[in-house]
């Protein structure tokens, strides 16, 4: 099974940048489809942005559209979020997920079962202060 670990959170400025990043214990995550979520105190979790096995196709959720950019690097099994222009309503706990489904579109995005994840991570806090 992957193993997952996020790091790179931290407490940043409003206007300012973090990179998160997921780390693989084995090379199969190559295999996978990859997940952003987010979840802040009281809140749903919600997609910020996904990637497919290849990395050719990412999908952001409209919120971080333009200043989220996902990435992956399978040769080092690690999946990036690079954060910018953050904002206080970023501020959540942040988790990669091993994903079954390329989530490519607004449908495959707001049909998230469980099952179609593999493994995910503990997470990474961000803090955006204004």
């Known amino acids: 099974q992957v193993q997952l670990v996020e790091s790179g959170g931290g407490l940043v400025q409003a206007g300012g940048s973090l990179r998160l990043s997921c780390a693989a214990s084995?090379?199969?995550?190559?295999?996978?489809?990859v997940t952003w979520f987010r979840q802040a105190p009281g809140k749903e979790r919600e997609i910020v942005a996904a990637?497919?096995?290849?990395?050719?196709?990412?999908f952001y959720t409209t919120s971080v559209k333009g200043r989220f950019t996902i990435s992956r690097n399978n040769a080092n099994n690690t999946v990036y979020l690079q954060m910018n222009s953050l904002k206080p309503e970023d501020t959540a706990n942040y988790y990669c997920?091993?994903?079954?489904?390329?989530?490519?579109?607004?449908?495959?995005?707001?049909?998230?079962?469980?099952?179609?994840?593999?493994?995910w991570g503990r997470g990474t806090q961000v803090t955006v202060s204004s």
């Open positions: 997920a091993a994903d079954l489904i390329y989530r490519g579109n607004l449908a495959t995005a707001a049909a998230v079962r469980t099952r179609d994840l593999v493994s």
């Open positions: 084995t090379r199969t995550l190559s295999t996978y489809a």
């Open positions: 990637i497919s096995a290849g990395g050719s196709g990412t």
